[in-house]
């Protein structure tokens, strides 16, 4: 046996609030304690000083685009585009810079822009001339193509979701999207890969779920990424509707993925003006579009449940959760509630929900991945959900702290390349949400970013995600000056910041504060980064 013993440090455990070591043998933890006993218990250990680091849980992303992550952290990023005029000399530079192949860019948000509108298909073919051009909305239910890429696929002329002079959407950018990203090979997809996951593994992340679909990157790519080796252990979800257990089994079989979910398609986004809604948004006509209905999602979570596999649906509008609480309730009514809730299937983003369907989803034990990142960046009152939605409905969006009170199962994620892989900040939007009475408690958050993202992939063995004995060695060394305990209400503040309550301390996660630096992230014993 192999046995490291962490000494000088700070460690968030619930068991060992005090603890200044600790123990692990073979990627467990066996013990955590004072330094001198632990020494003296471990006499043959190797020694690691943490000189005064911060030692947490190590976080889980639960929802991921890893291929499209790494392709904008190594491509065309257009997340720092000031304006229109300002992406489009981005892009020019890129294609100066990159004179061959297609162009791959991500992150435009025309909403943050002096101009208002998004690149025509004409402003890019007078950058870029005749090359292969796809600029994804931030949000990447949108994109804006180039004349050259359109004149390869004629049938997206007719396809639902196409508009002259529009970005494509819905089906017309699932169709633009496939044959772009055809173009790429194995090795510009491998290098992808390698940065979106050293990235995740430099924030201190040691796993992933992948929500992959054939509208988002096709077969081929969440197969070469479950062949792919890398430190931060990858779970695959895959957004396709079945109809039948068989169906259902030859499908997880057939790709080797984890689970039937992830970005399955109920409807599409807010920015985009596809999420599905009751009535029309504030500033467009339309309501949206809705890509399952009640039957379809009823089928899909019956099959699942009854082939026992974890079933998911990516829905944010009310008119698209109207359809999931329908789709469910009528499993329950076939199965039963436990046998439902023992799946702990899942919906994706969950952003406009009302308190009657959050109690039924409580029930039911379905669990919500949400990502407090689109809130930090999208809402408020001055932001692009008042605009899209109007300052009511804008003000309902993301109410991480009723779904928390009801007993919905929060796990916190990125969405990445949607919101920027960073953890710390996503706890922080949840802790600071812009809309008041929405919040979530530091603690809290923490905890549906590490065990509730753990729970949502299906490890429900009460330890993962948490540094007390027997638990695995997944965990991440932070440089964190400070350490406080704080809690959404002052109600629970004055007990719980209290030495006595024996609460460990997180970094402040107030607006203004620094976040942690990762030095160094170990998953299941094994380091995987190391700053």
Not at 111 to 126: K, N
Not at 347 to 369: F, M, N, R, T
């Amino acid at each position: 046996m192999s046995t490291q013993l962490l000494v000088g440090g700070r460690f968030y455990s619930s068991s060992s609030p005090d603890a200044t070591a600790m123990a692990v043998t073979d990627g467990t933890v066996v013990w955590l304690g004072a330094e001198q006993p632990g020494r003296a218990l471990h006499p043959e250990a190797e020694i690691i000083d943490l000189d005064g680091a911060f030692v947490a849980p190590a976080f889980v992303d639960p929802h991921v685009h890893v291929t499209a992550l790494g392709l904008k952290l190594t491509g065309l990023d257009l997340s720092a585009a000031r304006s229109l005029e300002h992406c489009l000399s981005l892009l020019g530079d890129f294609a100066a810079a990159h004179p061959d192949g297609a162009i791959l860019g991500d992150g435009w948000d025309e909403t943050a822009w002096p101009e208002g509108r998004p690149p025509t298909v004409e402003e890019i073919d007078g950058v870029v001339g005749a090359r292969h051009v796809y600029l994804s909305r931030v949000d990447a239910h949108s994109a804006v193509a180039s004349s050259a890429l359109l004149d390869t696929l004629p049938q997206v002329r007719t396809a639902d979701g196409f508009t002259r002079g529009e970005p494509v959407r819905a089906n017309a950018h699932h169709l633009v999207r496939t044959a772009v990203l055809a173009e790429l090979d194995r090795a510009q997809r491998d290098r992808a890969r390698t940065a979106a996951l050293d990235h995740a593994a430099a924030h201190g992340i040691v796993a992933v779920h992948e929500c992959a679909g054939s509208e988002i990157a096709g077969r081929t790519d969440v197969l070469e990424l479950l062949d792919f080796r890398h430190g931060v252990e990858v779970r695959a979800y895959w957004g396709e509707a079945v109809r039948s257990a068989d169906e259902a089994r030859a499908l997880v079989a057939e790709l080797g993925v984890h689970a039937l979910g992830g970005d399955l398609f109920v409807d599409g986004s807010i920015g985009s003006h596809t999420a599905r809604l009751r009535a029309p948004y504030a500033d467009d006509p339309g309501t949206g579009r809705a890509y399952l209905d009640a039957d379809a999602i009823a089928a899909h979570v019956r099959a699942c449940t009854e082939a026992g596999i974890q079933a998911g649906f990516h829905v944010i509008g009310d008119a698209a959760m109207d359809a999931v609480v329908t789709g469910f309730d009528r499993a329950v009514t076939e199965f039963g509630g436990p046998a439902v809730a023992a799946l702990g299937h899942r919906v994706e983003h969950a952003e406009l929900l009302d308190a009657d369907q959050i109690a039924k989803l409580a029930s039911w034990g379905v669990i919500a991945s949400v990502q407090p990142g689109f809130d930090a960046a999208w809402g408020g009152a001055d932001g692009m959900y008042a605009a899209r939605l109007g300052a009511e409905r804008a003000a309902a969006l993301n109410p991480f702290a009723a779904m928390a009170a009801a007993g919905i199962s929060l796990a916190i994620g990125s969405d990445a390349p949607v919101t920027p892989l960073d953890p710390w900040s996503a706890v922080r939007a949840a802790a600071n949400h812009r809309t008041p009475g929405h919040s979530l408690s530091p603690r809290a958050a923490f905890a549906a970013a590490t065990r509730g993202a753990w729970r949502a992939g299906g490890v429900r063995d009460g330890i993962a995600g948490t540094l007390v004995p027997g638990a695995p060695a997944s965990y991440a060394v932070w440089d964190a000056d400070q350490l406080v305990v704080a809690a959404a209400a002052d109600t629970v503040q004055r007990w719980s910041t209290d030495p006595r309550s024996r609460v460990p301390g997180l970094p402040p996660l107030t607006p203004d504060s620094e976040l942690p630096r990762c030095l160094r992230t170990v998953h299941r014993g094994v380091v995987i980064h190391e700053a």
